[in-house]
């Protein structure tokens, strides 16, 4: 099982960045696939971004390409989010989840693990 927990979030005005951060333990962080995903009220928690273990193959939601960029530090066991461009409808709590599979998943349930959440609001 791997630990996760995530920082970064807060209150920014359309058009401007936050960069979020996952740290991660209980295995070796170099051999998990990462995703994040994001939540905002009423909706599904949908896809926002993953990187596969090892060279690092990274994956966006066509809602944030262009926008956001994903990346991770495997010695200090890290993934990252840069949300540059950030839009009213970028608000949402956003999650950050595991999983030892090859190449990262759009598929919630593809996660088996998963942080409590980071709340990122945009105003207009």
């Known amino acids: 099982q791997v630990?996760?927990?995530?920082?970064?979030?807060?209150l920014?005005?359309?058009?401007?960045?936050?960069r979020l951060s996952c740290?991660?333990?209980?295995?070796?962080?170099?051999?998990?696939?990462?995703?994040?995903?994001?939540?905002?009220?009423?909706?599904e928690r949908e896809f926002v971004a993953g990187i596969s273990r090892g060279v690092g193959i990274s994956t966006y939601a066509d809602s944030?390409?262009?926008?956001?960029?994903?990346?991770?530090?495997?010695?200090?066991?890290?993934?990252f989010l840069q949300m540059n461009s950030l839009k009213p409808e970028d608000t949402a709590v956003y999650y950050c989840a595991a999983d030892l599979m090859s190449l990262p998943s759009s598929k919630r349930s593809d996660y088996a693990d998963w942080g409590q959440g980071t709340q990122v609001t945009v105003s207009s």
Do not use: C, H, Y
């Open 64 to 79: 944030v390409k262009g926008r956001f960029t994903i990346s991770r530090d495997n010695a200090k066991n890290t993934v």
């Open 12 to 18: 920014v005005q359309a058009g401007g960045s936050l």
């Open 23 to 43: 740290a991660a333990s209980g295995r070796t962080f170099s051999r998990i696939t990462m995703g994040w995903f994001r939540q905002a009220p009423g909706k």
């Open 3 to 10: 630990q996760l927990v995530e920082s970064g979030g807060g």
